[in-house]
C-alpha cells in the first residue's frame, strides 16, 4: 500500500512562506500525479495543486494562484508545496493525495496556521 507522510507545517504571519514535504512510499512515486488539498474546520475539502506524473502540467486552485508553486523529487519520492504571501484564509490542514489503481491515499496532514 502506498503511504504518505507530511510535514512542514506550522504558525506563520500574514505575508510569511511556508515550505510543505510530503515523502511518498510503496508505489511508483514517479509514475503517479500528486495533489495537495487543505480543509479548514467547517469548510469542505479544497484541491490547492496537483502536478502531473511528468510534471509538464501543474493545476492550481484560483485562490493560490501565483502564490503557491506545486513540485517534485522524484530521487528523494517528495513533493512539495511553496507557500509564499500567506493570508490568514489559507489557514487548514494540508493533505498529500495520490490516487493509485482508483484508491486514494492520504498522509495524515500538517496543520498551517496563519496568524499576526
Known amino acids: 500500500q502506498g503511504q504518505l507522510v507530511e510535514s512542514g507545517g506550522g504558525l506563520v504571519r500574514p505575508g510569511g512562506s511556508l515550505r510543505l514535504s510530503c515523502v511518498a512510499s510503496?508505489?511508483?512515486?514517479?509514475?503517479?500525479?500528486m495533489t495537495w488539498y487543505r480543509q479548514a474546520p467547517g469548510k469542505e475539502r479544497e484541491k490547492v495543486a496537483t502536478i502531473a506524473w511528468n510534471v509538464g502540467n501543474k493545476y492550481y486552485a484560483d485562490s493560490v494562484m501565483g502564490r503557491f508553486t506545486i513540485s517534485k523529487d522524484n530521487a528523494k519520492n517528495t513533493v512539495y508545496l511553496q507557500m509564499n504571501n500567506l493570508k490568514p484564509e489559507d489557514e487548514a490542514v494540508y493533505y498529500c493525495n495520490a490516487q493509485i489503481s482508483g484508491v486514494d491515499y492520504w498522509g495524515q496532514g500538517t496543520q498551517v496556521t496563519v496568524s499576526s
Open positions: 510503496g508505489f511508483a512515486f514517479s509514475d503517479y500525479a
